[in-house]
């Protein structure tokens, strides 16, 4: 990412977040009913922040260097960020300081230890991903569960972009919207934490030219964290699908999460895993569907 497209990164960013604001919201008089932005004034967020109007609007343009956490802080209680958009403020300041090697690309590979961990894990279907949401290791029921998804032979297999360009995604994943949402506010997450990442400017690249349903949502700038929840899916051999995640950070592995699916005993979706369980066995022996050997991409 170069100076200007980061400069323009913290422009739309802070731009956009103080135009979702109301005064009312933030505790202000709202004098007169012909305000001519949408939300607070700049002049109204260096005041909830403590600052000077100068100061703040040299931020808004982009210049976040020299900016003290304490300052950031301010920020982020007068903008009522919330914890995401707190990591992505911080993330733009880092990079907008004092040159510093970059960090480390996300992985595409790991460790064989790691994949023995996903192996051991045979009810629950489990991968690794990194942060550019490509899938670098499973197991075979996150194989089988995900066979939609790794239908496509290009690899690493990266399931943004499945989302995005691939037409099965919205039969597979019944809450098509919400999950195209959280996808692009999970990227632009990562793209403020790295920025020159090739691979991920390419990535959004090509998703901005193919889709413009994806350009239409990475213009919002929203960011959010997705570390549990619940998602529906159509299996194409097995049926609907409602299953419980959870995402977790690999300390050993920085860069890359650990996902994985469960359902509540005795439920549809349990049953349904089971029966996955079954098609994947039969599976064995054949083709893998990821298209390669011991689930693993890279």
Do not use: C
């Not at 300052?71 to 903008?79: F, G, K, N």
């Not at 809450?175 to 090739?198: F, I, S």
Request: glycine share 6%.
């Amino acid at each position: 990412m170069s100076q200007d497209d980061h400069r323009a990164e913290i422009r739309e960013f802070l731009s956009s977040r103080r135009a979702r604001i109301t005064p009312e919201q933030a505790g202000l008089p709202a004098y007169g009913g012909n305000r001519r932005v949408a939300g607070l004034r700049r002049e109204e967020v260096a005041m909830l922040a403590g600052v000077s109007i100068d100061y703040y609007i040299r931020m808004e343009r982009g210049n976040l260097s020299g900016a003290s956490e304490a300052v950031l802080d301010a920020l982020v209680r007068a903008l009522q960020l919330d914890e995401a958009e707190r990591d992505h403020l911080f993330a733009l300041a880092r990079a907008a300081g004092p040159a510093r090697r970059p960090r480390r690309p996300p992985p595409t590979d790991v460790r064989p230890v790691i994949q023995q961990v996903l192996d051991a894990i045979t009810d629950a279907p489990a991968w690794v991903r990194n942060g550019r949401h490509d899938i670098v290791a499973m197991n075979p029921l996150a194989r089988a569960l995900y066979a939609p998804v790794l239908a496509d032979p290009r690899r690493p297999a990266n399931t943004i972009r499945f989302i995005y360009l691939d037409p099965a995604a919205r039969e597979f994943f019944v809450d098509w919207e919400r999950v195209a949402d959280d996808a692009a506010a999970m990227l632009r997450l990562e793209a403020g934490r790295t920025p020159h990442d090739q691979a991920l400017v390419e990535l959004v690249g090509e998703l901005s030219t193919r889709s413009d349903v994806f350009r239409h949502r990475w213009a919002s700038h929203d960011v959010r964290f997705h570390r549990s929840g619940q998602k529906r899916l159509r299996h194409p051999v097995v049926g609907r699908l409602d299953l419980d995640f959870e995402s977790m950070d690999l300390p050993s592995e920085p860069g890359l999460v650990l996902n994985v699916y469960t359902a509540p005993p005795d439920t549809p979706a349990a049953d349904g895993l089971r029966m996955l369980a079954s098609w994947a066995a039969t599976q064995e022996g054949e083709e893998a569907p990821t298209g390669t050997e011991g689930g693993r991409h890279g």
